[in-house]
């Protein structure tokens, strides 16, 4: 019964390759985010879609591309990866988008390490 | 700007109470939450606080809001050694008219016999 999933859990990688991460969610949400956590455990935004589409995107590299094929997925796809990539990031939903401070509910993570 | 503010330790001996603060810019933020990440976890939602209230009690946990000094605090009653954690606060803000949540740097409670 888990609410939103993340795969896969751990990812190790070298520096240039492409990798994506796949995040679902079964709680029938409309919106859904990814969000970075550097080593010092800072958590930052990243993308948000809201029933497929692009709402948010903040100050990311275009190597960070999103893709969301139905409202119950949100993938990330990473191209060329760099050292910096390195860090934990999180899927979360909220069911709408509109209403202000919506609860967000989390993935358990992709932690990310590029050699 | 947005910007949501917490001191990043604290350490409390099991069977205290503890205090864990924040601060936050957005006055027009409707909601503001505390979420817990357990070493090597994910982010779990503990409780969460609408803006036109001064305090919510949960069990264990109590928020305090003072919106006039835009402060936000959790007190975790009776601490015991499963609630080492970091704590993020976030508020609820606006993107475009968009949804986000702006979290604080996280808050490393450390539980000692």
């Known amino acids: 019964d888990t609410a939103v999933s993340q795969t896969p859990k751990y990812l190790v990688t070298q520096m240039g390759n492409d990798k994506s991460i796949k995040c679902e969610q079964n709680l029938g949400h409309d919106t859904m985010y990814w969000y970075k956590q550097d080593s010092k455990k800072f958590l930052k935004i990243m993308f948000s879609y809201n029933n497929k589409e692009l709402i948010i995107n903040e100050t990311v590299p275009n190597r960070f591309s999103p893709k969301s094929p139905d409202k119950a997925h949100l993938n990330l796809h990473i191209n060329s990866l760099e050292l910096g990539d390195s860090a934990v990031y999180f899927c979360?939903?909220?069911?709408?988008?509109?209403?202000?401070?919506?609860?967000?509910?989390f993935g358990p993570g992709t932690r990310l390490l590029v050699l | 700007g947005e910007d949501v503010e917490q001191s990043l330790f604290l350490s409390v001996r099991e069977g205290d109470s503890s205090v864990i603060n924040c601060t936050y810019t957005?006055?027009?933020?409707?909601?503001l939450y505390w979420y817990k990440q357990e070493p090597g976890a994910g982010l779990q939602l503990l409780t969460y606080i609408f803006s036109n209230m001064d305090m919510k009690q949960d069990q264990r946990l109590t928020v305090l809001l003072n919106k006039k000094d835009k402060h936000l605090s959790l007190r975790i009653a009776d601490t015991q050694t499963g609630d080492s954690a970091i704590y993020f606060c976030a508020e609820g803000g606006f993107s475009g008219g968009y949804n986000k949540l702006i979290f604080g740097a996280g808050t490393r409670l450390a539980v000692h016999p």
């Open positions: 979360a939903s909220s069911p709408k988008e509109t209403k202000r401070g919506e609860t967000q509910y």
């Open positions: 957005d006055s027009s933020s409707t909601y």
